[in-house]
């Protein structure tokens, strides 16, 4: 006699959800949470500015109209929560500075806590512990669920979707359903409503796609899917109850049945996945961030100046190597989306300026120092180096004017969860993205934001650090 299946895994995630206190937060995830809030609504105060197409995105809510419920950051406006959801998760992806969960493949907070802040304005005075614990609550979701992935066998492929978005959510939704504090019944209605939103190919990550305005967009649609399937639930509405085990649920659709079910469930408000999220030091994608670190110390540490640099030789495999193709492209980006992906022209730039901003991604992109020593950046095939992890370890050395040589070998980079960023540094990147919109914040005033996410866990009401990005 055939065992009989395990009961779906929306309920125990739903009760998670539903139960888990701010009491409950290890230290760990304490610090995580604090930290990830003040990075993505700066990431999503420069997003707003300088992302591809995000203020004909912001205008074109804008003009549905509808009540005035929700912060759109950046655009001195509020909207209807779900179109200041959709708004927010653009900016916070738009340009490519968003944190990562890099077992799992996705990118959490941009998700997560554009949805939580909309639905925490929509619903009313919501204090920095029940926001918090919403946080925590969707990104463990997020972390979980791509963990529950990774951990599958190896031979099935999962290189079609993204994640960000197929997964993010049902995380986001859960954190809304917290914010609402909603029981755990009416929260695995909500996962079972938002199923049906659960999307997202990795189609915008290709040659061509780089292009696409929408690639900096989609979290957006996540966020926005998520306040509106909570929003659906308290308004009585139900959704499907075996959300991720069912026949057509989640898992078998998309993953063939395939996913490890204790790294999804055991533990829960426990040992904490989201733990292991990381923040990223510069705006690039996460597998060029090893060796743009590696050369920043090289530079750096032995004082190298780009005119003593005969050659820089970046030792890749796996994915990390197609960051390199095609050459010409990757040396030379035509945009933003392509010179975050493009590992020897960013190699370049961090060699020649010992720094690497979104003004370097985007303004910068023709300047002719930088280009001249991306042609002197090659690619040395080494199967030790960028292999199926995608992540490192990664190597680089740099062959100077006079023979000398020095090398650089690093697991993981600057803002790893083995290498976290530190509490001032995340503050100075929060700085200079709120720098960029367009109208910029009194350094007085973002200086009192630097200081209200310090203490986010004791405001009264946590939705005020989100109207003052407005």
């Given amino acids: 006699m055939a065992a009989a299946a395990p009961p779906d895994a929306s309920i125990e995630l739903a009760r998670f959800a539903a139960e888990i206190r701010y009491e409950d937060l290890s230290p760990a995830a304490h610090r995580m949470v604090q930290a990830v809030v003040m990075d993505t609504l700066g990431v999503a ?55 990562g969960h890099d077992e799992g493949s996705t990118h959490p907070s941009g998700v997560v806590v554009p949805a939580v802040f909309a639905m925490a304005e929509q619903s009313g005075k919501v204090d920095g512990k029940r926001l918090m614990t919403a946080v925590a609550v969707g990104n463990e979701i997020i972390c979980r669920l791509g963990r529950a992935l990774a951990r599958r066998p190896q031979s099935l492929p999962m290189d079609r979707w993204f994640l960000t978005s197929v997964l993010g959510v049902f995380g986001a939704t859960a954190a809304c359903c917290r914010v609402l504090n909603l029981d755990a019944a009416r929260t695995r209605d909500a996962l079972g409503i938002v199923l049906f939103e659960s999307a997202g190919t990795l189609e915008a990550f290709s040659p061509t796609g780089q292009a696409a305005m929408i690639r900096g ?26 959300v991720f085990d069912g026949r057509f649920g989640l898992f078998k659709a998309y993953f063939d049945g395939s996913y490890d079910r204790g790294a999804l469930l055991i533990g829960l408000g426990e040992d904490w996945a989201l733990s292991d999220i990381g923040l990223k030091a510069w705006p690039t994608v996460r ?16 004082d190298v100046r780009p005119e003593q640099i005969a050659e820089i030789r970046a030792h890749v495999a796996g994915y990390a190597a197609t960051r390199f193709e095609p050459a010409d492209r990757q040396r030379k980006p035509t945009n933003y989306n392509n010179a975050g992906h493009a590992t020897p022209y960013l190699i370049a730039a961090m060699a020649a ?47 100077l ?68 990005l407005a």
């Avoid at 500015?49 to 509808?66: I, K, P």
């Fill in 45 to 99: 105060s420069a997003g707003a500015a300088r992302g591809t197409g995000q203020g004909r995105l912001a205008r074109l809510l804008l003009s549905s109209g509808g009540t005035a419920q929700a912060t759109i950051i950046g655009r001195g406006a509020k909207a209807p929560a779900w179109m200041a959801a959709m708004a927010n998760g653009a900016s916070a992806r738009g340009i490519n500075f968003d944190d």
């Fill in 401 to 468: 004017n006079d023979g000398r040589v020095h090398e650089q070998v690093l697991q993981f980079c600057y803002g790893d969860p083995q290498d976290p960023m530190s509490w001032d540094d995340i503050a100075r990147k929060f700085r200079s993205c709120v720098a960029l919109r367009a109208s910029p914040l009194p350094a007085e005033d973002v200086e009192a934001l630097v200081t209200l996410f310090a203490n986010l866990g004791e405001l009264a009401d946590a939705t005020e650090v989100v109207r003052r």
């Fill in 287 to 302: 597998y060029a961030s090893s060796y743009v670190d590696a050369i920043r110390r090289i530079v750096t540490d032995h």
């Fill in 217 to 242: 967009m989609i979290a957006g649609f996540s966020a926005r899917a998520a306040v509106m399937a909570a929003s659906m639930v308290e308004a009585g509405i139900t959704g499907v109850p075996d």
């Fill in 353 to 399: 300026r010992r720094q690497l901003t979104i003004q370097d991604l985007s303004d910068r992109l023709e300047d002719p120092q930088v280009l001249a020593l991306a042609q002197r950046v090659v690619q040395v095939d080494d199967p030790e180096f960028g292999g199926d992890n995608r992540l490192g370890p990664a190597k680089v050395a740099v062959t």
